[in-house]
């Protein structure tokens, strides 16, 4: 057994056993010739690993912001009581075990639970209760749970359609028997196709940085670990075009010269995983993957699956080669591009599911035809996956350039008032900002759209935000890990209704110092929407805050602070004679 | 060798190329502050303390190879307040009361606290309960203290190569932890080496912190002419009349007292110019005039210390929190970490001299009801000034107090600045 296989080893010990014992951990470290800390130290960093026994049926509820405004508690109460369980305990029921998780990539479906990764979707207190007594009667999962597919809302004109358009196995591959890699190269770069992640990284800069690397081994990786909250765009490109997106990978290795591989697939999308696996094998069979590929010498590439184990962080392209390792996933200092220094030190190629798509369509479609769509920085289409408080949840193929205004028309957004763009650790807007369009040169969004109505309280939008990075750092770095607590006790201040301007002239400012520290992308904008909000929404935050005396001080609230005291003292009176 | 030439804060320095820039600067005589870089150690860049900027991008010192024309800054007034903002960072994650701590007076992180000037916490302390894991066989963890840095993961292996230290969990549950069965392998040499390279007091080996003193206290080595700056601090309108000092001991221990009377003699001339009103030295227990300046010592536990603070504030121009306990807890706050109930009930019914099935806590309508937490007096009031210091020196509050009522210049010897 190699480190490498380290996750798939402890999914086969949580799977069997329903959670990974100290004995377990000492065989695998035995086999590992590594200390027991060192087995352990993984699988508490990845929270669908347990450390103790678990009922039958481990359901994961979504806590996520989207949840919580469709009914989060309400539904978190309908399993307590169904199961007789608490969230988040262990050794309560042999059938079931409950716990809360972030975004299971089903925002368009809310309230939505994943019940040993089968997902449960538009949950209602009555649905759970049906579905735990079918449960209870020995049903099977497989039947009993939903279909998570989201629905596409939107599509440009036929014309003007990159993504959902027909796909056909193969004949973009065709393409590259008679163009050398150098030609196809050219083509991605001809179409400025930047990393559809979030992070927009000029694609072509990076394979280039591959191919001329002397890496005696290459890696191609897929990242489709989707996890920002409210973005489920990879999860719907993967499920109806997953063949695109393996010969996007395909394309890249053509071009690097890899031989390896790898899906990186979260584990809230296990129910995916029987379709990429029949893709891969019919492109086995179809010598589109294999030896000597479409007949080229020496074109070899095969990929593999690699499930995750449940840590935002993996998201993050160097913490999911860590993870790829069977590491922690945690995210390495800037020292190297995983180009240069990648898995296992090779030269690696991270992309996000949607950018090798749309590679994939830009050998097929030519960059003629994909630079006629999209403004003048941001060529072609965009998915985006939208939610939130609008009729039309799902999944959008917009042209770059679309404005607010005309998406949340599409999507009939009722009353929208704070919209989230590229997830909690994107940016937010405001009623004033809807004329903006969709592109590099002014709005650049990730992937994902969250709509929140005026009725929603954006103090609650904040504080489900802070808590979530608060939980999901990985916690190696002093601002990330401390400084997004430090910040939660703020919002609990604002919440309290005990924030004065001081307060918020301090999130500011510790937001700052949090973002320029923190050693990689989730704490440099983990602070983001919350200081961007403060000015955003000024006028919201004005009510919020309290008047303060002549000394800046808010009145101290000396009832509240006894009452834990007055209430000890009343519980331990001597009953009255 | 190749050397390479880059500027740092405008100045040009050269040094071996590629070589790390928290050495570089060294050579050059720029101090780049850092607590998880650590000699030979590939840059761990956990601990961010040493954020500099390199062509004008924020970046960790540790993880920076010197290039020739690296235009770097150092000592600019927002990277001087970022590092102090990042070691203030530390002190309110964790548990950090100095007072208390083996390693006071000998610990890299406390040090540069003293070096950045931090005097209070701009954040609020956290006060999570952390374990103290005593159960290896050489050493004892005290996750309190501890800032994840990473060097013992790193750096301390058994003769054969496995980890002792290792993180566990994620995000804010984050800790280094330790395997029971490696560390029983170390020798003590290694236990020894864990001890000094630990930044904090996290790792202690067993027996040898209390038998004798274990540090020779380097921070103390310092010399006495070096002195610390003071930041600026809101002047008493200049008259010519005596001016008139307040004193008071909430939840401390009136050791702060105990270190202003070591003025001594000096008393006599404090006289000269200035006179006691309500102050346990004088015992006068209720004010009867206005005061130019009240020193507090000791947080607030209990209502009694609400309304004493309260009613120092209401009379007194300036108020400044002496000590630990008064700027930001200090050792009463440790119960912060546990909630108030089991405090109560661990003193008076589940104490080892309790009677049995004993049931009632002692109260009395004239006893100040305990607050659920002990405040830090800024959080209750507005503080002018803190003096850190358990307690702080005599010469450090006196002086403190003569700049601010008399303008008189403030000075004070590295030395006597400490948190404990």
Request: with cysteine.
């Given at each position: ?12 010990f ?25 087995i ?14 678990t ?7 979504n ?5 919580e405004f ?10 307590e ?15 079931f075990?409950l ?5 299971i990539?089903?925002s368009?479906q ?8 089968f ?14 007594q ?10 009993i ?6 629905k ?6 036929e ?21 050398t890699?150098d030609e196809?190269l050219?083509?991605i770069?001809?179409a ?8 927009f990284?000029?694609?072509a800069k990076k394979w ?5 690397s002397v ?11 989707e ?19 393996i ?19 979260r584990?809230e ?19 589109l ?10 074109f070899?590439?095969?990929i ?19 993870s790829l ?5 945690e ?10 220094y ?24 030519g ?32 042209e770059?350039?679309?404005?607010m ?6 999507c ?9 763009i ?29 709509v ?6 954006i ?17 190696v770095?002093?601002?990330?890990r ?22 918020l002239?301090?999130i500011?400012e510790?937001?700052k ?14 602070a ?8 955003k929404?000024?006028?919201?935050f004005?009510?919020k ?18 009452y ?7 519980d331990t009176q001597?009953p009255?004679? | ?39 030979h ?9 040493c954020t500099?900027?390199?062509n004008?991008?924020?970046v ?23 590092r ?20 006071s ?10 070096e ?7 954040f ?11 159960r ?16 013992c ?19 804010n ?10 560390e ?5 040499l290694?236990?020894a080496?864990?001890?000094h ?5 996290a790792?202690l080996?067993?027996g ?16 006495e ?7 600026p ?27 202003m ?8 001339d ?5 006179e ?6 004088t ?6 005039k ?8 000791g ?6 210390n ?11 121009d ?45 109260n009395h ?7 659920n ?16 210091g ?9 002086n403190?107090?003569?700049n ?17």
């Amino acid at each position: 057994m190699n480190r490498t296989g380290l996750l798939n080893k402890l999914w086969e010990f949580q799977n069997k056993f329903g959670y990974i014992s100290e004995n377990a951990i000492a065989q695998i470290a035995q086999k590992l010739n590594v200390s027991k800390i060192e087995i352990e130290g993984v699988v508490s960093f990845y929270h669908f690993f347990h450390r103790r026994p678990t009922g039958k049926y481990i359901i994961y509820l979504n806590n996520s912001i989207i949840s919580e405004f469709k009914g989060f508690q309400q539904i978190k109460a309908a399993f307590e009581k169904e199961t007789g369980c608490t969230f988040g305990c262990y050794d309560e029921n042999p059938l079931f075990s409950l716990f809360e998780t972030s975004c299971i990539g089903l925002s368009d479906q809310e309230p939505a639970a994943l019940i040993n990764f089968f997902p449960f979707t538009n949950l209602t207190a009555e649905k759970v209760k049906t579905i735990i007594q079918q449960l209870k009667n020995g049903n099977s999962l497989r039947f009993i749970s939903s279909n998570p597919t989201s629905k596409i809302q939107y599509l440009p004109p036929e014309d003007k359609t990159i993504f959902y358009r027909k796909y056909e196995m193969g004949i973009t591959l065709k393409k590259l028997k008679n163009h050398t890699p150098d030609e196809i190269l050219n083509l991605i770069s001809a179409a400025n196709l930047e990393g559809r992640g979030g992070a927009f990284f000029p694609t072509a800069k990076k394979w280039k940085s591959s191919k001329d690397s002397v890496s005696t081994k290459k890696y191609i990786i897929c990242n489709a670990d989707e996890g920002e909250p409210g973005t489920f765009k990879d999860k719907s490109l993967l499920n109806n075009l997953s063949g695109l997106v393996i010969e996007g990978m395909i394309i890249a290795a053509y071009i690097s010269g890899a031989t390896t591989g790898f899906i990186y697939l979260r584990a809230e999308y296990l129910h995916l995983l029987e379709k990429i696996e029949n893709t891969l094998r019919e492109f086995q069979v179809n010598n589109l993957l294999g030896n000597d590929i479409l007949g080229i010498p020496k074109f070899n590439f095969n990929i593999q699956i690699q499930i995750g184990a449940g840590a935002y962080v993996c998201g993050e392209e160097s913490a999911l080669i860590e993870s790829l390792e069977g590491k922690r996933g945690e995210a390495r200092i800037k020292k190297y591009f995983p180009t240069e220094y990648g898995y296992l030190g090779y030269s690696t190629i991270v992309n996000n599911v949607e950018t090798f798509a749309m590679a994939a369509r830009i050998i097929e479609l030519g960059t003629h035809f994909i630079s006629t769509i999209g403004t003048k920085e941001s060529k072609g289409t965009k998915v985006l996956s939208i939610c939130g408080d609008v009729a039309k949840p799902g999944i959008y193929e917009i042209e770059w350039g679309m404005t607010m205004k005309e998406i949340l028309h599409l999507c009939q957004a009722t009353s929208p008032h704070f919209i989230q763009i590229s997830g909690p650790s994107g940016i937010c807007i405001n009623e004033t900002e809807f004329d903006r369009k969709i592109c590099k040169e002014d709005l650049i969004c990730g992937g994902s759209i969250m709509v929140f109505n005026n009725f929603r309280s954006i103090t609650k939008i904040l504080e489900n935000y802070t808590a979530f990075f608060k939980e999901e750092s990985c916690g190696v770095c002093t601002p990330c890990r401390a400084g997004n607590q430090i910040l939660h006790e703020k919002i609990k201040k604002i919440k309290k209704g005990i924030c004065t301007i001081e307060d918020l002239a301090e999130i500011k400012e510790w937001g700052k110092i949090i973002k320029l520290t923190s050693r990689c992308g989730l704490g440099q904008f983990s602070a983001n929407t919350l200081v961007m909000a403060l000015d955003k929404f000024e006028g919201y935050f004005n009510q919020k805050i309290i008047k303060t005396n002549e000394n800046l001080n808010v009145e101290f609230d000396m009832e509240a602070a006894v009452y834990n005291y007055d209430s000890l003292i009343k519980d331990t009176q001597p009953p009255n004679p | 060798m190749k050397t390479s030439s880059f500027k740092i804060d405008g100045r040009v320095c050269t040094a071996e190329t590629g070589l790390n820039l928290i050495e570089a600067a060294k050579q050059n005589g720029v101090f780049i502050p850092t607590l998880c870089h650590f000699k030979h150690l590939d840059p761990l860049g956990t601990c961010r303390v040493c954020t500099v900027k390199l062509n004008s991008r924020d970046v960790a010192g540790c993880t920076v190879r010197v290039a020739d024309g690296m235009e770097i800054e150092v000592n600019t007034p927002e990277l001087l307040d970022t590092r102090k903002a990042i070691i203030e960072m530390m002190f309110v994650e964790g548990n950090h009361f100095c007072p208390s701590c083996e390693k006071s007076g000998d610990c890299p992180m406390q040090n540069l606290g003293y070096e950045t000037g931090i005097k209070f916490t701009r954040f609020p302390h956290l006060f999570i309960d952390r374990i103290t894991d005593a159960r290896p066989e050489r050493i004892v963890v005290n996750q309190n203290r501890c800032i994840k840095c990473k060097r013992c993961i790193e750096e301390v292996k058994t003769f054969d190569g496995y980890n002792i230290f290792y993180s566990i969990n994620k995000g804010n549950k984050t800790m280094v932890s330790i395997d029971y069965e490696q560390e029983a392998k170390l020798s003590e040499l290694q236990a020894a080496h864990a001890m000094h390279i630990c930044p904090t007091g996290a790792i202690l080996v067993k027996g040898k912190s209390f038998s004798k003193p274990f540090g020779d206290r380097k921070f103390d080595a310092i010399i006495e002419e070096k002195t610390m700056s003071l930041n600026p601090v809101k002047k008493h309108r200049t008259t010519t009349k005596k001016k008139i000092v307040a004193t008071t001991s909430l939840a401390g221990c009136f050791g702060c007292h105990m270190s202003m009377l070591d003025v001594d003699l000096g008393i006599l001339d404090l006289f000269e110019v200035i006179e006691f009103n309500k102050s346990p030295i004088t015992d006068i227990k209720n004010f009867s005039k206005h005061c130019d300046i009240g020193l507090i010592e000791g947080g607030c536990c209990n209502t009694h210390n609400i309304e004493v603070l309260r009613e120092f504030r209401k009379n007194c121009d300036i108020l400044v929190s002496v000590g630990e306990c008064a700027i930001w807890g200090g050792l009463p706050a440790m119960r912060n970490t546990f909630p108030l109930e089991a405090c109560l009930k661990e003193s008076y019914l589940d104490s080892m001299t309790s009677e049995e099935n004993e049931t009632i806590i002692p109260n009395h309508e004239d006893i100040p009801k305990i607050l659920n937490k002990v405040y830090a007096n800024h959080e209750i009031v507005k503080i002018d000034h803190h003096i850190p210091g358990c307690p702080p020196d005599s010469s450090h509050i006196w002086n403190v107090v003569k700049n601010i009522l008399f303008q008189e210049e403030y000075s004070i010897a590295y030395p006597k600045y400490k948190y404990d």
